[in-house]
């Protein structure tokens, strides 16, 4: 996995993201239909890539 990642970004920063983006997903798991949750997943990687 880390072996395709930029060299701007490291195993840190991919386990913030990871884990922001499982409770985004957590967050809107009661919904139908999760609307928003690409955007929501976009922009937590642009802030911690940033």
Do not use: Y
């Not at 970004?9 to 139908?32: F, P, S, T, Y």
């Amino acid at each position: 996995m880390t072996d395709d990642l930029p060299d701007s970004v490291d195993k840190k920063q991919i386990n913030r993201i990871m884990e922001r983006v499982l409770k985004a997903e957590k967050d809107k798991l009661h919904m139908g239909s999760p609307k928003g949750i690409n955007n929501d997943i976009e922009q937590i990687i642009e802030e911690e890539v940033d």
